[in-house]
């Protein structure tokens, strides 16, 4: 298995240009999250999808979009990139969140893909 | 008050030494804790969960105090593949219709040969 895995990896944007990070799983998760990770700020959750098909706001969406045509796949869509967007993306997926899982490490457990480097000049 | 904070660090240990970091939460009605790890320019990986009990794992325990609302993390006789950013994850309040998950900032660890 390939777990969670992210296209490109480095990416540097004009202000203003668009572009899409892919996420895969092969793990058949219901769960999909994007995150940023910046220094001092750890990890803000930008959108989630609890399923194929919907997708949600997490703590930062503002500036991009997410899209989940099939379970094993999201992504994350910046429109028109700006400077505040340069950061390290992190896709990530689980089982599921919440109680539904028969171990509490089953329930909660995110697997992480390798992240995206992303500069905006 | 940050939902989640960690001390940031950087904490340098002679290697075999014990070291010990905690991270606290300001939500009493968190649900469940965990610890993750970091290498540097990688990707969080689950380290271990953090029972009310406390649970050990190898050279790794992990604790949980409600009434102060913290949790720690005790290393070892560390390694200098201990190295790495330490990162606290909380479940906090009924958020999407599920939990939310709270990422603390990290613990930077060095283990010095």
């Known amino acids: 298995n390939a777990g969670v895995t992210q296209t490109p990896k480095f990416r540097v944007l004009k202000t203003g240009q668009s572009m899409t990070l892919l996420c895969a799983q092969d793990?058949?998760?219901?769960?999909m999250y994007w995150y940023r990770q910046d220094p001092g700020m750890g990890l803000r959750l930008i959108h989630y999808?609890?399923?194929?098909?919907?997708?949600a706001k997490g703590e930062v969406p503002d500036g991009y979009n997410v899209s989940r045509l099939k379970k094993q796949n999201f992504l994350l869509g910046l429109e028109s990139a700006a400077p505040s967007q340069t950061s390290v993306y992190f896709c990530?997926?689980?089982?599921?969140?919440?109680?539904?899982?028969?171990?509490?490490?089953?329930?909660?457990?995110?697997?992480f893909g390798p992240g995206t480097r992303l500069t905006v000049t | 008050r940050k939902e989640v904070e960690q001390d940031p660090g950087p904490f340098n240990v002679p290697e075999g030494a014990t070291v010990a970091f905690n991270c606290t939460y300001s939500?009493?009605?968190?649900?469940?804790f965990f610890w993750y790890r970091q290498d540097c320019r990688k990707e969080p990986k689950l380290l271990m969960s953090v029972y009310s009990s406390g649970n050990e794992d190898g050279r790794f325990t992990a604790q949980l105090n409600r009434a102060s609302q913290y949790i720690s993390l005790l290393i070892r006789d560390s390694k200098l593949s201990d190295s790495a950013t330490y990162l606290c994850v909380v479940i906090g309040s009924f958020n999407f219709g599920n939990e939310k998950l709270t990422f603390g900032t990290g613990t930077r660890l060095t283990i010095i040969p």
């Open positions: 939500n009493s009605a968190s649900q469940s």
């Open positions: 793990m058949n998760h219901e769960y």
């Open positions: 990530a997926s689980s089982y599921h969140l919440g109680t539904s899982g028969p171990t509490l490490r089953q329930s909660y457990e995110q697997y």
């Open positions: 999808s609890v399923g194929e098909g919907t997708t």
